[in-house]
């Protein structure tokens, strides 16, 4: 392992490094979208036990997914990406019907104007989580030709709040609302939170969101009430097929890899983890999830990276850039004294 | 098949993902590619309603290539069976079976008997009016003489043996039929044929899996028959893994029918007295019946049981136990019956719904709707406020003018319900499993229990009729009532104690449905679940987890009867008593300890070994052979050939539903010559070939529910957090008949039958799929059925769209396949939807008597049909 890093790259211990001293081990988020069912059960769940209001009964027409994306009153958001390539060896059976082309693209344009509308989180308040796209329906490019639909495969993906091992939105709140819990998870003290907003721009995956009645950030705590009572995360104790698994963050990640030699082995070659590499834009994440695609097409930004892997340049910029500066206006007097 | 698990059984698909993650491999066989099938290995898009066609071919390719379990099924399946000379198969009367009347659209059922059983003739009007068949429950009917042997072939060779008229039966489902009818590519078809037969056998068995996507046509329960044809001859039934498997539609909807809310049911299956029983000995003679074989021999024990539950010390062997006291049904007393009676008003006065919508939730709201507004009272129990109590000011019919609020006369007393976190009692899974839950917190203000209501009805009823002295009160005067109770509440407890059985002479429950008698000694509300309450311990409370106790789950909840997990698990080993296979053993005969054994309870009588004989003249229990493991059936066989209990036929037979867009391939009859009609001006039906127009309503309708939402939508309708998650109604389309009809994504468009049109939003998706069928392409639109008019999220009712035609042999409605068109933009509203729907059938040409002439076939003359039909009057 390198060197242990506060602000990028691999962190062994996070919450050590937050000041827990004798803390429980770091625990997790394990989600395996290739048994996901898409019942939503989680985003339920979530609700219930956090008591997060409703947050638009519209529909979105987003293949199932009426919820469009995390935001401050949706700390769980299945995804629903219908495609046309097969899953695995799994087989439609399209071959031989009468169908003609996709309507995958003609779909998601009307969706996307929808998305522009329909109002979700802070949208209004100028703080809506960035824009990644929505869940694109296919890999820009393909499948566009007119010929005949032959394959097709429903993804179904469990988003939630990362808890990345470097947190972009703890590490630029200034009020401390933001914090690091034994766990390793970083949960937002509501009591605390002033409604900067500063964390929503510094969320590299667009999770963070503030409320609009009352401006004020909220996101997943991975149920930190639960964990400390010993209890599970309510969405992972409410998954019927273990799609959601909790546990010590190191158990979850051996897990995920035999998890992903059996699909490779099984013949589903597109399996991927994500957020799962401790060497990635923050570090590696608390919460990491085994694809069936490339991330983008999930709404996952491909290569994210926390603020705070330039803080020491921009610093040393910064430096230097002032000592220029103060260079520049001394030599201005020391000239104008000269003359 | 007819089942989307992961969206409407999701916790219990957690099941199927692990066999998945074990390797075993999923089939989804659905008109539309589903969350199920997005986890199947392999999804087959089917035309709906065509599913007897497609089990046939399978059936046909298993008898074409001696691909069934032969051992098993000579030994276990009444395939040996001789038949009588006078059955004559659909192959001899293009589609119809012997005994057909075409005037009551009914079967005779006497030809299709075993050949050494004599039959009288019996005329099926009657029977079919009280459902008969359905009455026998799991007993099945009467073989007269069954237990003094049949005779029979066991080289299958006979011409007239079951397994030979199987096969002649089934010769023309080829695969090329399979795929004009269904639309499923042959090739196709053959995978699945190939998969199933694979992997059944000694070593290998198959689970079937359906749900209402089965039960809901007018030949549901011979989907299921079809289903059980192929199961028994591939061995897999009474066999770990294998099984068929049908998943109920609510939380208890099991425990409904076991202690049953039916008209023609009393409860564990025992039939309810009709105007021909005079009294006890005539009905128990029906049931038990003489020289039968099997369980249902003790059927005195179990009714006698159930009379001194419900009547105490007033029921006595001298009075027949208070026999009396129970009502006769003389007819069809079905819901859809009933609501049509409604509708004519002067035969039903007073309505009680009990966690039921019928506005929203039953097949042809409208109908439901104008039934409630033509009743002196309604009694409406349910969680919130639904369309059902509220009908008479918010229903589409006010906007139409059907229905005055001013005028309507109905008396709606609404009682809010205490939810199932705040009452205790049992949930009885699809499993037959029986788990206890307790209370969890207080219902809060009005909200009560159904126990603590239908407690207080008794009470009251009682006390104002008390000091009667009309003959007519004493059923309800004498009732015993006697539960204990905690505050003004029965205590739960205590009821399941009295479900499962007391001995009076101890005072203590009984262990099981073996210790009830007949003499009056003992009590018992329901024989079944005997055993529930074993050893005064509340055995569904039971929660020590299969990590402890094997894969069988033998000490969690209690599963009836007599906590066996797989039935008729005698088959799951060989006649000798060995297990089939040592991968597959489940129970088997431990010669030394001279018992049956293993890691499920054997649902065999303990000390019997398998080469016994029963003795001439022998019936009941005792009659029942070593290898007579299908213990429950008359013959204790399993039935591929159903010699009679069916009201349409003996055999599975393809026919096309109600509403078709097409003509039936395989026979001159087109739909189920026995389904029961009703043409009446609310009630019309879309025209099917032969009858002309069916290109008015040119498109195959199915409807379904969501994960997100709970059928009628009272549960979920009502929560922001589920209306959120799936808020509009929609109607999900392909996107070639999109670009046939001119529908785009989320724009609006409505369906249309000859009942009435509905708005929805367009979903476009690769999800439908358009199917060629005899050479022509078949669209089909699917809708979820869970909006109406009150809620967080509101919409037009989906089951206003349906008709009503229902099953003959459980009056089931055909809910799962009609006819309609799809246009874009949105209906008309208020009269002018009237009239819209009016143009449809004239230009449909509809009338009363539209899908009513029912028998195309055999050279009857076509003739309109409606129920209940008595046979024409001698003059």
Known sequence: MTQDNSFYGPLSDPAGNAGHTDHPPRVGFFTDTSVCIGCKACEVACKEWNAIPEDGIDLLGMSFDNTGMLGASSWRHVAFVEQQRPLGRQDAGLADLPVGPSSTQETAEVVADALEVAKRGGGDLGTAPVDLGFPSFDLPGAGTGAEARTEFRWLMSSDVCKHCTHAGCLDVCPTGALFRTEFGTVVVQPDICNGCGYCVSGCPYGVIDRRPDDGRAWKCTMCYDRLRDGMEPACAKACPTDSIQYGPLDELRERADRRLAQLHEAGVTEAQLYGRDPDDGVGGDGAFFLLLDDPEVYGFPPDPVVPTRDLMSMWKHAGVAASALLAASAAVFLGGARR | ?875
């Open chain 2, 1 to 875: 098949m007819g089942s989307n698990m992961a969206e409407a059984h999701p916790v219990g698909f957690q099941w199927v993902m692990e066999a998945k993650a074990r390797g075993a491999k999923v089939f989804h066989i659905d008109p539309r590619f589903t969350r199920t099938s997005a986890h199947a290995d392999q999804h087959v898009t089917i035309r709906a309603g065509t599913d007897i066609a497609f089990l046939g071919g399978v059936i046909n390719h298993i008898l074409t290539h001696d691909l069934d379990f032969r051992e098993y099924v000579t030994a276990y399946t009444n395939a040996p069976y001789l038949l009588s000379e006078r059955y004559q198969d659909t192959e001899d009367l293009d589609g119809l079976f012997s005994g057909y009347d075409p005037y009551t659209a009914a079967y005779d059922a006497s030809s299709w008997s075993y050949a050494s059983v004599p039959m009288e003739e019996q005329p099926g009007r009657l029977l079919k009016e009280v459902s008969a068949p359905y009455q026998h429950g799991a007993g099945g009917p009467f073989i007269e003489g069954a237990a003094g042997g049949i005779e029979s072939d066991p080289t299958l060779e006979h011409p007239r043996c079951v397994f030979q008229v199987l096969k002649r039966h089934f010769s023309r489902y080829t695969p090329e039929m399979v795929e004009r009818i269904c639309g499923v590519p042959q090739e196709l078809f053959q995978e699945v044929c190939r998969a199933w037969t694979e992997n059944s056998g000694r070593e290998r068995t198959t689970a079937l899996v359906y749900s209402v996507g089965w039960t809901q046509h007018s030949v549901g329960a011979q989907f299921i028959r079809a289903g059980s044809i192929v199961q028994l001859l591939l061995g897999n039934i009474g066999r770990p893994g294998g099984g068929i498997f049908a998943l109920r539609g609510h939380a208890s909807i099991q425990g409904s029918t076991d202690v049953p809310t039916l008209f023609n049911l009393l409860p564990g299956y025992l039939p309810m007295p009709d105007v021909t029983h005079e009294d006890l000995t005539t009905y128990l003679d029906g049931v038990r019946g003489r020289g039968q074989k099997g369980f249902w021999g003790a059927a005195d024990a179990y009714m006698v049981s159930l009379l001194k539950e419900y009547w105490g010390d007033a029921a006595t062997a001298e009075n027949d136990y208070c026999f009396d006291y129970l009502p006769r049904i003389n007819g069809d007393h079905g819901t859809y019956r009933t609501v049509m009676d409604m509708v004519d008003g002067g035969k039903v006065f007073g309505y009680f719904l009990l966690g039921q919508n019928p506005a929203v939730g039953s097949a042809h709201g409208r109908l439901q709707r104008l039934g409630m507004a033509n009743l002196d009272w309604l009694v409406v129990r349910d969680l919130a406020m639904i369309e059902s109590a509220t009908f008479w000011k918010d229903a589409p019919e006010i906007e139409t003018g059907e229905i005055v609020t001013e005028r309507c006369r109905t008396e709606v007393f609404f009682f809010p319900a205490a939810s199932h976190v705040e009452k205790a009692g049992t949930f009885t899974q699809t499993q037959r499993m029986l788990q206890w839950r307790d209370k969890a917190v207080e219902p809060s203000g009005d909200q009560r229990s159904e126990l603590w209501f239908f407690h207080q009805l008794g009470v009251r009823l009682k006390e104002r009729l008390a000091g009667s002295a009309d003959e007519r009160d004493r059923p309800l005067l004498d009732l015993a009532w006697d539960y204990e109770t905690e505050g003004d509440e029965p205590s739960p407890s205590d009821v399941l104690r009295h479900i499962n059985g007391i001995d009076l002479r101890t005072g203590r429950t009984v262990d099981g449905y073996l210790d009830l008698k007949a003499d009056g000694s003992t009590v018992c509300g329901c024989w079944i679940y005997s055993g529930v309450y074993a050893n005064e311990t509340n055995q569904s409370r039971r929660r020590t987890s299969r990590f402890e106790t094997g894969p069988y789950d033998a000490e969690w909840g209690w599963t009836w009867p007599l906590n066996r997990r797989v039935l008729y698990n005698r088959a799951s080993a060989d006649p000798q008593g060995r297990p089939w296979s040592e991968r597959k053993k489940l129970v088997w005969w431990d010669a030394e300890a001279g018992e049956w054994t293993g890691r499920d309870t054997p649902d065999f009588e303990k000390h019997k070994p398998p080469d016994y004989k029963a003795p001439a003249g022998a019936s009941g229990i005792e009659a029942l052979d070593g290898d007579d493991a299908f213990i429950m059936m008359r013959d204790g066989k399993g039935w591929l050939f159903a010699p009679a209990g069916l009201a349409d036929g003996p055999l599975p037979t393809h026919y096309e539903p109600h509403e078709s867009p097409m003509r039936n391939l395989l026979y001159g009859q087109q739909g189920n010559p026995v389904r029961k009609v009703y043409g009446r001006p609310d009630n019309p039906s879309n025209p099917a070939p032969p009858e002309a127009h069916s290109e008015v309503f040119p498109y195959v309708f199915t409807a379904a529910r969501l994960t997100e939402h709970h059928t009628a939508g009272a549960m979920s309708r009502q929560l922001p957090y589920l209306a959120e998650l799936q808020p509009e109604l929609f109607v999900e389309v392909s996107p070639e008949l999109a670009a046939e009809r001119g529908l785009r994504h989320l724009d609006w468009a409505h369906v249309v039958t000859s009942r009435t049109a509905v708005d929805a939003r367009v979903v476009v998706t690769d999800r439908m799929a358009p199917l060629r069928v005899d050479g022509r392409v078949v669209h089909q639109v699917w809708m979820p059925y869970h909006w109406g008019p009150t809620g967080l999220t509101k919409g037009d009712v989906v089951n206003d769209l349906i008709g009503v035609v229902a099953d003959p042999n459980v009056f089931i409605q055909e809910s799962k396949v009609l006819t309609c068109d799809v246009r874009p933009g949105r209906r008309p509203r208020g009269p002018a939807l009237l009239e819209y729907v009016a143009d449809y059938r004239r230009r449909a040409g509809i009338t009363t008597e539209t899908g009513t002439r029912i028998a195309t076939a055999g050279g009857h003359i076509e003739r309109a049909h409606i129920e209940p039909d008595r046979p024409e009057e001698p003059s």
